[in-house]
């Protein structure tokens, strides 16, 4: 079932802290040095931040307070400069719980576990209800009780990663279950650090298991760490395996090795030829090549073996779109197609408007994009389209607007609305 499922001496003490203090005094003068010779453009989201470090140095004049000290934290935790959090940590007193969680991030990061649950257990100790602190360590002492306790606790609290926390409880509460289990869940929430934990938990186990080490390649890989060789595990285990392939397609893909990544993919579509989402990653694959009409017909392959699956439609739609491919005719015709039979799906609506705005049917454009924006108003890929309609209009202030809104979250157009901003400003 698991194969188909496609992170003392006190003048020594008193000598530290000077060099804790000297660090950030070198910090907050390199921020005035570069404030003074290369002003940040005005589009960049840590201006002000960057503006409140220089006047704290100025305030106080290198004598800091224990409350300046937690202000300069409060700082670097909203410019998320963890690496200068976790030096100054040791040296400041009652850190906040902001401060602790932003160094709990960084250990998370570096699968510091023993420090981590140092961290979390602080954390708790000042916020016992903590969801997230609680989900990590839980995550951490799992499969013990007190695991079990700790996502327990998590899954009752309202907090963005409470449904993360549900979902792992109910896998938990079933007898039977193996780390490879909650890992899977791990990995769809993009919790690379601790899914790695849990697959080579797996692992150790049963050093037989191909698909986790399919699965730990691929994690790996997210976190820039090389998984190639636990992905060629996995297919010198079992060469029939459709993940083992599909992961290596991947990793070939985000090395830039474009030929070894479709000839994989490929290989892991004719293991399993009605999988759909190996039809539309060979597809995608084309379309990366710039082979476009292949990639056409791969993405109409994956539409066909799931009719009823709109992720898919939606998949082809965008292909259309933004490749302005035969916008002239049946690429158009499928993306007003699909629309028709899917009127409230924001995604098909933006392809739509999207479309337009490529064959400058502008008035058409904004009808399309601003029903999108209605049913969802914070959607990045609508706002961006919007943006270039708003610049093709002529209205400038507008199109700032959309591309500001595009940035506030990590998405696939961010680096572009960057790059509007800041040729617009």
Do not use: C
Not at 117 to 129: G, H, K, N, V, Y
Not at 236 to 258: K, Q, V
Request: without cysteine; hydrophobic residues 45%; glycine residues 4%.
């Amino acid at each position: 079932m698991r194969k188909a499922r496609p992170p003392i001496n006190f003048l020594l003490v008193q000598l530290v802290t000077r060099l804790s203090l000297l660090a950030a005094f070198l910090f907050v003068l390199t921020l005035v040095d570069n404030q003074r010779k290369n002003p940040s453009p005005s589009i960049q989201p840590t201006d002000n931040l960057d503006l409140q470090l220089v006047r704290l140095y100025q305030r106080t004049n290198g004598q800091w307070t224990d409350a300046d000290q937690e202000e300069l934290n409060r700082l670097l935790t909203a410019q998320n400069n963890i690496e200068m959090i976790s030096r100054r940590l040791p040296f400041t007193s009652s850190p906040s719980v902001p401060v602790l969680w932003a160094v709990a991030r960084q250990q998370r990061a570096m699968q510091d576990w023993q420090q981590l649950e140092q961290t979390l257990r602080t954390i708790l100790s000042s916020d016992p209800a903590h969801t997230g602190a609680n989900l990590w360590l839980g995550l951490l002492l799992l499969p013990d009780t007190d695991g079990v306790r700790h996502v327990q606790i998590a899954s009752s609290t309202p907090h963005e990663q409470q449904p993360l926390a549900a979902a792992v409880l109910g896998i938990v509460s079933v007898e039977g279950y193996t780390p490879a289990d909650v890992a899977l869940r791990l990995v769809e929430a993009g919790e690379w650090a601790f899914a790695e934990r849990f697959l080579t938990q797996q692992i150790e186990q049963n050093n037989l298991d191909a698909w986790a080490y399919a699965y730990r390649g691929y994690v790996r890989d997210q976190q820039n760490r090389d998984g190639l060789s636990d992905i060629q595990q996995a297919i010198s285990l079992e060469p029939t395996l459709s993940i083992g392939f599909y992961m290596l397609g991947l990793h070939e893909r985000s090395a830039g090795n474009l030929p070894a990544s479709l000839n994989a993919l490929q290989e892991a579509y004719l293991l399993e030829p009605d999988n759909p989402a190996l039809a539309a990653e060979v597809a995608a694959g084309y379309q990366l090549a710039q082979d476009r009409e292949s990639a056409e017909e791969w993405f109409g392959l994956a539409v066909s073996l799931a009719p009823n699956d709109v992720r898919f439609v939606r998949l082809q739609a965008a292909f259309y779109a933004e490749n302005a491919y035969l916008l002239d005719g049946r690429g158009l015709d499928f993306i007003q197609n699909a629309s028709e039979q899917y009127p409230e799906d924001v995604h098909l609506l933006a392809s739509l408007g999207r479309a337009y705005l490529e064959n400058e049917r502008l008035a058409d454009a904004e009808t399309a994009l601003q029903r999108a924006l209605l049913l969802a108003p914070e959607d990045a890929r609508t706002r961006y389209f919007l943006g270039n309609l708003a610049e093709n209009q002529g209205n400038i202030i507008a199109a700032l607007e959309h591309y500001s809104a595009v940035i506030l979250t990590k998405n696939p157009y961010t680096e572009q609305a960057l790059e509007a901003l800041r040729r617009l400003s």
